[in-house]
């Protein structure tokens, strides 16, 4: 079995950390991760102060898929998210979207039962399992695994899950790719700044595209494909997600004119994460379309 433990962890996604391992186009692998603040937090007493803030938002990796030349898609299909059976979630003072109404951090531990959240005595609900943090390395310089961008990274969108398959560009050779940032639950917009943390392993599929021409990042799963972009900017976001949807359907032939009305009529322009670097939105359109 190819495995990458979470022994091997990066703290910013770039051409110049050494492969972990490497795997020919069409292998599976698993890899295994931390939470996103490297398993340091073990009881709701611990505290913000006593943090490694160097070790914040860790991905296991990078993997090195053998063909994959600057130019290519690398496809990743999630084939499974196990997650372990107690998460963290943080709020407080200068997180989020509330941050301002806070004069302090709070930290809450929750248990993970028969796949539901134990959020308190009355309230339980589903698990929702995601990865926060996946992508590949920029053609220069390094991004922090905290920033989402064209290359992946925080994207913290809740579609990055069982069944799906995110497609991202191959910006050096090798994609270099790596992961981390599990959640157990998130909802979209992420608004006090974490979903609940988990640690756990994902298992993958990797392929190399070739000639593949793909707006990334994007997702595609059984019935709907969406496209993901990333500003310091929301609105701005929008429109480059909506960009990226147009470009996708006029690549398959559509004319810009019935794409943008397609959009209009039949998809959905939602909110990954508001509270990252770089916030995320996506669009989504059902696969039955997309003609
Ligand atoms: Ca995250």
Request: net charge negative; aromatic share 4%.
């Amino acid at each position: 079995m190819n495995i990458i433990t979470k022994d091997n962890v990066i703290y910013a996604m770039s051409a110049a950390n050494a492969p972990a391992l490497r795997v020919a186009s069409g292998s599976r692998v698993v890899f295994e991760t931390c939470d996103a603040f490297s398993d340091q937090i073990t009881s709701e007493t611990d505290t913000f102060e006593g943090l490694d803030w160097n070790r914040i938002n860790p991905a296991t990796g990078p993997l090195y898929v053998e063909g994959a030349e600057v130019g290519d898609v690398l496809s990743v299909t999630i084939e499974k998210i196990e997650i372990a059976d107690v998460g963290v979630a943080v709020c407080g003072k200068d997180m989020g979207v509330l941050g301002h109404m806070f004069d302090k951090a709070h930290i809450k531990i929750m248990p993970i039962v028969d796949g539901k959240v134990i959020f308190s005595d009355k309230i339980s609900f589903p698990v929702n399992k995601m990865i926060g943090v996946i992508g590949v390395a920029p053609a220069e310089g390094a991004i922090s695994c905290g920033v989402p961008c064209h290359h992946g990274g925080n994207l913290d969108c809740k579609k990055i899950t069982e069944g799906i398959t995110l497609m991202l560009p191959v910006n050096v050779p090798g994609a270099l790719l790596a992961m981390g940032d599990l959640h157990a639950a998130m909802g979209d917009g992420e608004i006090g700044v974490s979903g609940l943390e988990v640690a756990g392993r994902v298992t993958v599929t990797v392929d190399v595209l070739k000639n593949a021409g793909l707006p990334t990042p994007m997702l595609r799963n059984d019935t709907h494909i969406m496209t993901l972009a990333s500003h310091e900017d929301l609105d701005v976001a929008v429109v480059m997600a909506t960009e990226n949807m147009a470009k996708y359907l006029v690549s398959q032939g559509m004319t810009l004119a019935d794409a943008t009305m397609l959009i209009s009529l039949a998809g959905d322009v939602r909110i990954c994460q508001v509270v990252d670097p770089k916030m995320t939105a996506r669009v989504e359109i059902l696969l039955d379309l997309v003609k």
